[in-house]
């Protein structure tokens, strides 16, 4: 049975990402609603520790010390949420503003499903805009063209308690972990923006040809095991990849640029 007021807890990564960090607790403390606040520190060696040190009374788990990757450092968060729905915040990323959990917890009706809601992305001095979405997803169903943004994800605790993330994956873990949560338990999508999170993570940068080949045979592995068109998954994600690869390369940070001026476009088609 749970209250009319649905509990948060927030799980924040950290590597060697101070100055993000400090960012992120900022806007975590700056909530008008209660949450329980884990951080999971990658055993940093720049100001981190002293970073979270100042927080310290908003932290309820703090852990520092090496992991094997960012889903094993999630998954080590996980062991330490109690709360009705669990929301990553990781270093560099924030909510909106102040009221952020409190218009999401209006928006809850169910404990025993998931919920996304829209995400501003920022990075390379340029302008932030929403992550493309289709307003048409008012019960999300699992997408090849469209994966809600992680950040802006409520995982309920039914959800998390049972399930952790493949960390024999390691830049598409996530997507797997939203696509489960849609197939076992749904997701329901909230028109409201959410958070604010950083372009350039792992799952964004195409630069190095290795990382983007890694990431084309996680996607495809994730794929198939949702969607029954193994063909046309194969050289849709191949294609897509090694297309963001070249743009990236031969653009640079003008790459950026280009996809916010896409996604504004694609904005425009769903409102």
Request: net charge positive; glycine share 4%; proline share 2%.
């Amino acid at each position: 049975m749970h209250l009319n007021v649905p509990s948060f807890s927030i799980i924040t990564i950290n590597y060697n990402n101070s100055i993000g960090l400090e960012k992120t607790l900022n806007s975590i403390i700056s909530q008008n609603y209660n949450y329980e606040l884990i951080v999971i520190d990658g055993g940093s060696t720049d100001n981190s520790i002293i970073v979270a040190n100042i927080f310290i009374n908003h932290i309820k788990t703090f852990i520092s010390e090496k992991d094997n990757g960012i889903y094993d450092a999630m998954n080590k968060g996980l062991k330490y949420c109690n709360n009705d729905f669990l929301i990553f915040l990781n270093s560099g990323d924030t909510f909106m503003n102040s009221e952020s959990l409190l218009n999401a917890s209006l928006n809850i009706d169910k404990w025993n499903t998931g919920y996304f809601f829209n995400a501003i992305i920022e990075g390379y001095k340029i302008i932030p805009f929403k992550s493309p979405h289709n307003y048409s997803y008012v019960n999300y169903k699992n997408s090849l063209f469209f994966i809600p943004n992680h950040q802006a994800t409520l995982f309920p605790k039914v959800y998390y308690k049972s399930n952790s993330y493949l960390t024999n994956l390691h830049i598409c873990s996530d997507v797997d972990y939203i696509f489960r949560l849609s197939n076992f338990y749904g997701i329901k999508y909230i028109n409201l923006d959410f958070v604010k999170f950083e372009i350039g993570g792992i799952s964004s940068n195409f630069k190095s040809f290795i990382k983007t080949f890694s990431q084309i045979k996680e996607s495809i592995y994730i794929n198939k095991i949702y969607f029954k068109n193994k063909i046309f998954i194969f050289f849709y994600i191949s294609s897509k990849f090694i297309t963001k690869y070249i743009l990236h390369n031969i653009l640079g940070h003008y790459y950026y640029s280009l996809i916010k001026k896409l996604n504004e476009y694609r904005q425009r088609l769903f409102n």
